[in-house]
């Protein structure tokens, strides 16, 4: 699949960032997100407040943790 500076040649390159800081980069966010007093359900609704929450912190982790074990090679 071409990127997007190939089909765009207006675009400047960007280096290519490995893939252990985009790994970091999706870790903060997580972060970021979590302690954030802006969400997608507000903090006020105590008992379902923590639902997007829990939500997006179980979906990076997962995918850091697919992309782990497919780094180090784990075959199911």
Do not use: H
Not at 5 to 22: F, M, S, Y
Not at 25 to 36: D, M, R
Not at 48 to 74: E, H, P, Q, T
């Amino acid at each position: 699949m071409p990127s997007m500076t190939e089909l765009i040649p207006g675009l400047p390159r960007i280096p290519n960032v490995g893939k252990g800081a985009i790994n970091l980069i999706i870790l903060l966010g997580i972060a970021l997100y979590v302690i954030s007093p802006i969400d997608f359900i507000p903090d006020i609704a105590f008992p379902i407040c923590y639902i997007d929450d829990i939500l997006i912190a179980l979906a990076g982790l997962s995918y850091l943790g697919y992309d782990f074990r497919k780094m180090i090679g784990v075959k199911r």
